[in-house]
């Protein structure tokens, strides 16, 4: 019996992004930026931290589009508070997700993952993983096409045709 590594692709055009360039790092920012996001009943879903440089670093992190313009409002006023030097956002992106118990125990399903959506041009901007899923957020208009390549890379469009 075949294993079957990615089970299904997700995707969610309800979200934004919202970046701090050049944010001090130094305990306690991440509370100093997320509370405030918290205290506003504002969803977080996905974060990214980069590696510190001379004392900087770099968060980028999406809320649903709901709340994108007090989200952004709060993470300005908090950007001045802690010396970040700037904000930048983005409400016309898309998260596409692969889901599967299998990728637990196989390497190159990440890899695969984004070597289809490079071949079609399709830019990455963020990549979170879990045991069973990898999310990436790409442009809002690529949805369908990285939806349809991903399932014809990962033989879900073959297995949809069997089940009929």
Avoid: W
């Avoid at 993952?113 to 990436?136: D, P």
Wanted: hydrophobic share 40%.
């Amino acid at each position: 019996m075949e294993t079957v590594l990615v089970s299904g692709i997700t995707y969610n055009k309800d979200e934004s992004k919202i970046s701090l360039l050049g944010v001090p790092d130094r305990p306690g920012i991440a509370s100093q930026l997320f509370m405030p996001l918290s205290d506003a009943n504002i969803t977080v879903d996905m974060i990214i931290q980069n590696v510190s440089v001379e004392g900087l670093t770099d968060m980028t992190f999406t809320v649903p589009k709901g709340d994108y313009k007090k989200a952004l409002k709060i993470v300005e006023e908090t950007a001045r508070q802690i010396d970040a030097k700037e904000v930048r956002s983005d409400e016309n992106i898309t998260k596409i997700s692969i889901v599967g118990v299998g990728m637990r125990s196989h390497s190159g399903i990440a890899s695969k993952m984004f070597q289809t959506l490079s071949n079609e041009g399709i830019n990455i901007q963020m990549i979170s993983t879990s045991e069973i899923k990898v999310s990436c957020i790409v442009d809002a208009k690529y949805s369908e096409l990285a939806v349809r390549v991903l399932h014809e890379a990962f033989g879900l469009d073959r297995r949809d045709a069997k089940a009929e």
